[in-house]
């Protein structure tokens, strides 16, 4: 595996979390679904959903799984839904949740996924937004970090499967 030099620690990410989760608990109120975008997502919505508890809030936690890198540095510009989205979303409000927004067409595909399923309203939220490499118009609702076009990996975001495990973000040397 390639060095990593940290970008942001687990303090800083922990502190950012917990930020997320207020400005989400002040926008969104009553019964919501949090859908975790899998793979690169599970840590943030971890985390994220613990944070929402001690803000007062109870949503109920799904996830959908799509494939757009495959074992590459960069997207292949198709986003494939591995599996199906969660059969009760119609008539509720959701909060998609990836690890990174960087061409746009992830997030974009799975709200219009949701939002074709009758969800009532489709909040996203990225933990990393990359707009210098947006390919497509989109913008999330809730963002934990913007960075620079690196490639960045850890807190469950992976590069080949690698590197999820580590508890902090870096950037591939």
């Not at 800083?12 to 989400?24: F, G, N, S, W």
């Not at 109120?29 to 809030?57: E, H, P, Q, T, W």
């Not at 709200?111 to 990393?128: F, H, N, S």
């Not at 963002?143 to 975001?157: E, L, S």
Request: hydrophobic share 45%; proline share 3%.
């Amino acid at each position: 595996m390639a060095p990593v030099t940290r970008l942001f620690d687990e303090t800083e990410i922990a502190r950012r979390v917990d930020k997320l989760a207020r400005e989400i608990a002040a926008a969104l109120s009553g019964d919501f679904i949090v859908v975790g975008l899998l793979k690169g997502s599970f840590v943030f919505v971890a985390d994220l959903i613990r944070a929402l508890d001690r803000n007062g809030l109870t949503p109920r936690v799904e996830f959908i799984r799509l494939s757009s890198y495959g074992h590459a540095r960069e997207s292949s510009g198709e986003v494939r839904l591995i599996g199906d989205v969660p059969a009760d979303i119609a008539g509720r409000q959701a909060l998609l949740v990836d690890d990174i927004a960087d061409t746009g067409r992830s997030l974009a595909f799975a709200r219009t996924l949701l939002e074709g399923r009758g969800a009532a309203r489709v909040w996203t939220c990225a933990l990393i937004d990359k707009p210098s490499r947006r390919e497509i118009e989109f913008s999330a609702d809730f963002i934990g970090f913007t960075i620079d076009d690196v490639f960045v990996v850890g807190y469950g975001i992976d590069y080949a499967e690698d590197y999820r495990h580590l508890p902090y973000i870096g950037v591939i040397d």
